[in-house]
């Protein structure tokens, strides 16, 4: 994939989110903000992805399903960061947050490259913005307004194959204001367990209509 081919689209270029580094704070700033949003030091397994981060002003943590918001990634391939804005392995959001990092993608190569062509050089480690560089394969909360002119990119013809594909029940609800759940639900990975989880909930619903109508 030619750069040239991606940089032939202007459009696109002033569209997409900021880039590593001004949405990764740096080692100083994060010790103000760990005591302001209590952000999680560096991840070391799954199991240190228990729970996302808490703090004033931080949406709840719900995905796009509308249940309880689950692990993207605790530890980004062995680093001991932990991905999402507030680096607890979740795809939280909050007013510090303004790319929006809601949406937990599994990268791929073509989205990398397409990624580093348009300005942000993911793939690139910033050791001092507490961020280990995304590799294809890694599991990572991407900006929402990425994810969905990335979306637009790959309708528009600009490139095939550059969507990267999603975790449902990983992506924070607030990515519903950038993109549809029919459009989320064409590219995840977990389609089957998020429309299994769908259903039970319309079970509940009707269910509880039924029990109050009675």
Known sequence: LAASMFLSAPM????????????HPPLDRRAAL????????????????AKPVEGDGIAPARNVLGTELQCCCADVHGSGIGTGFYRDGHCSTGPQDQGRHTVCVEATERFLRFSAAVGNPLHIPMPEYN???VR?????????SRWAQTLQAQEAGVADDIVPKIYLRATHEKTL??????????????????QAELDRLDEMRLALEKALGS
Do not use: K, Y
């Not at 696109?12 to 949405?23: G, Q």
């Not at 005591?35 to 992805?49: D, Y």
């Not at 204001?177 to 998020?194: K, N, R």
């Open 131 to 133: 961020f280990p560089g």
């Open 177 to 194: 204001q950038h993109a549809s759940l029919q459009q989320l639900m064409a590219h995840a990975i977990d389609a089957d367990e998020a």
């Open 34 to 49: 760990q005591s302001t949003f209590r952000i999680a030091p560096r991840l070391r397994g799954v199991e240190a992805c």
């Open 136 to 144: 294809s394969g890694d599991r990572w909360c991407l900006c929402a």
């Open 12 to 23: 696109l270029l002033h569209a997409f989110c900021l880039s590593p580094l001004s949405f």
